[in-house]
């Protein structure tokens, strides 16, 4: 973590930041899906990204968004840290609402059930997180939410 706290965002800058990652993201799956993942499938310092397709909980749209993963076995581990702003991310409601979903990862797409790791759960995984992205850190010191963290497991896995 850096020396000094990070401080939570402001009303205004939590909206402009919205607007920034979402044209971010629509840029980086247009990318991903055009290579076939072979290109926008890293992030700063090489941190591992797919694309998760949920359901909207509200729209029942389907929605693509590029995401930083740890690869855990079959299992894929996401976090809900949207930054540190001080909301969860739209995709983990998404899922929350309809856990089923679909993970593409390089070319290879794939059916996944979701669910929210435990606190036991998410304390053996952090480290591991942080391992691959560690501005994760800051995220959480930056928020008073308790950044969610996802298991997605493929369907028809035991749970």
Do not use: C
């Not at 919205?18 to 899906?33: D, G, H, L, Q």
Request: proline share 6%; glycine share 8%.
């Amino acid at each position: 973590m850096s020396e000094q706290q990070p401080r939570a965002f402001t009303p205004a800058q939590e909206r402009l930041g919205e607007v920034v990652v979402r044209a971010m993201s629509a840029a980086n799956t247009w990318i991903f899906r055009a290579s076939g993942g072979r290109l926008g499938n890293r992030f700063l310092r090489g941190a591992p990204v797919l694309l998760l397709t949920t359901v909207g909980a509200r729209s029942a749209h389907r929605r693509t968004t590029p995401l930083i993963y740890l690869a855990d076995g079959q299992d894929v581990v996401l976090v809900a840290s949207k930054g540190g702003m001080s909301r969860h991310p739209a995709w983990y409601h998404n899922l929350m609402k309809n856990p089923e979903a679909r993970v593409q990862i390089g070319a290879e797409s794939r059916g996944m059930n979701a669910r929210r790791a435990t606190d036991a759960e998410k304390a053996e995984l952090w480290p591991r997180l942080l391992e691959i992205y560690r501005d994760y850190e800051d995220y959480q010191a930056r928020t008073d939410r308790n950044i969610p963290v996802m298991i997605l497991s493929p369907i028809g896995a035991r749970g």
